[in-house]
């Protein structure tokens, strides 16, 4: 686990920020004053400071100094909060890596902190010890320390070697077959075959035959017997990306299937016998598609032995700097191009934009940037509009404020930021229902939408 030094006077705003950090994976120590910091930089191994530069005790540039001459490289972000920048340059002149004003934004934070220690992890200057999970985490592809990935993947390490059915909720283009691929990977079944088949695009006849196969003559196409990925994923894996989307005849096939483990192809009257754990996702609420008789309750209740929630991207702010990376050095290795680097400025941009679109969506804003801008290092203004505005609708808390209002401004921005209720909806996090009743309540006006 990362450790990190937060050195802050007032105790209110250094204990908020504290559980904030814990909340994303970090250690932390805490200090009011300066001499108190200095005290834990000698006893503790740390990976990154947060300095305010004003200290009741001493200047916070001299704390800076003692913390960097014990350990040299050290990622130090110095906070600033009155009007002048002076004092933050001198610290980035003394070897601070960035400073923040206040009041602090925390996805910047994150951002910051996420992208500094790495740098330091891989100059030598620090050594940034990853976890065993953050490390297995990697191999699988999956990015980000914060503690919903943290909980994520302990979850899947508990549920992986049982063999038992998953359900794998969470928003569009978060990433559910990687996540499935992982159970897969980290399960007894890993040497067998994983073979995903994405029920929404294949109408219900079709559908029904990927599943389960046809015989010969099974219907006016039907030139050839052909397996179906009950049989391809035989001691493996059979992932159901988009469940929601199949049909109820086809649902109560599925769930024979599943119970009995045999099937019949389609048109076939031999019984066939699997052995095939199956790993499910869907974007949609099913105990609602439940309640609207549009989705078997059997099934549901046979698929969703255990529940695992993808968070969104806006929730593991940590992970975003370092995907669109990846996404950039991915792209520009498929077009033949060399490599694009995001400016400073950009990395904390992307940070501060909600991702509707998730991890899909990040992927296809870096492929636009690497075809689409000239020069080496992308800058705010190469950035598309909906991206490069997101600060716009940054909300200022201020003490005192209920929380009433602050539902009511967070909906208000969102409304005028996306194009649908949809969109809007996606992106608050809540469903569709729910948001018509919170923009009565707030006497908000709904968009005029397709939706």
């Known amino acids: 686990m990362r450790t990190l030094l937060l050195v802050e006077d007032h105790a209110e705003s250094r204990a908020s920020l504290a559980y904030v950090l814990q909340r994303n994976g970090y250690k932390v120590f805490e200090a009011p004053n300066g001499r108190t910091a200095i005290a834990i930089a000698r006893r503790e191994k740390l990976h990154g400071l947060i300095l305010d530069l004003k200290l009741p005790d001493m200047e916070g540039l001299a704390v800076l100094d003692v913390v960097l001459e014990q350990t040299p490289g050290l990622p130090a972000i110095v906070v600033t909060g009155f009007g002048t920048v002076d004092g933050a340059v001198e610290a980035m002149k003394r070897g601070a890596c960035d400073f923040l004003n206040k009041p602090i934004q925390v996805e910047d934070l994150l951002t910051l902190l996420a992208r500094s220690i790495a740098l330091a992890g891989e100059r030598g200057a620090v050594t940034t010890p990853r976890s065993e999970a953050v490390a297995q985490m990697e191999s699988l592809g999956i ?156 099934l549901y209740y046979r698929l969703k032995v255990v529940t695992i929630m993808v968070p969104a991207l806006r929730d593991r702010a940590d992970a975003i700097p370092i995907l669109a990376g990846r996404f950039l050095d991915d792209a520009a290795k498929h077009a033949g191009m060399v490599p694009k680097r995001l400016s400073p400025e950009v990395q904390l941009q992307l940070a501060r934009y909600s991702w509707p679109g998730n991890v899909r969506e990040l992927r296809n804003c870096m492929e636009s940037l690497t075809l689409m801008v000239p020069k080496p290092v992308v800058e705010i203004g190469d950035l598309p509009p909906n991206v490069r505005q997101a600060s716009s609708s940054e909300i200022r808390l201020h003490v005192g404020m209920r929380l009433e209002d602050v539902e009511r401004e967070v909906i208000r921005r969102n409304l005028e930021s996306y194009p649908t209720i949809k969109d809007t909806a996606r992106a608050l996090g809540m469903g569709l229902r729910t948001l018509h009743e919170k923009l009565r309540k707030h006497g908000l006006r709904r968009k005029r939408s397709p939706s």
Not at 171 to 177: N, V, W, Y
Not at 203 to 210: G, K, N, R, V
Request: hydrophobic share 40%; glycine share 8%.
């Open 143 to 298: 990015i980000g320390h914060s503690r919903p990935m943290l909980d994520l993947f302990d979850s899947m390490k508990r549920v992986a070697p049982h063999q038992t059915t998953v359900l794998i909720l969470g928003e569009s283009g978060t990433g559910k077959e990687l996540v499935a691929r992982a159970f897969h990977a980290l399960g007894p079944r890993a040497a067998g075959p994983f073979v995903p088949i994405n029920c929404a695009t294949l109408s219900e006849q079709i559908l029904e035959s990927e599943l389960f196969g046809h015989e010969r003559g099974a219907f006016t196409s039907a030139d050839r017997a052909k397996e179906g990925v009950m049989e391809s994923a035989n001691h493996g894996t059979l992932f159901l990306d988009e469940v929601n989307e199949i049909g109820l005849a086809c649902q109560a096939k599925l769930l024979r299937a599943l119970e009995r483990r045999e099937f019949r192809r389609v048109g076939g009257t031999k019984k066939i016998k699997v052995d095939v754990n199956v790993v499910a996702a869907s974007n949609a609420d099913l105990e609602e598609w439940v309640e609207k008789s549009r989705f078997r309750a059997d």
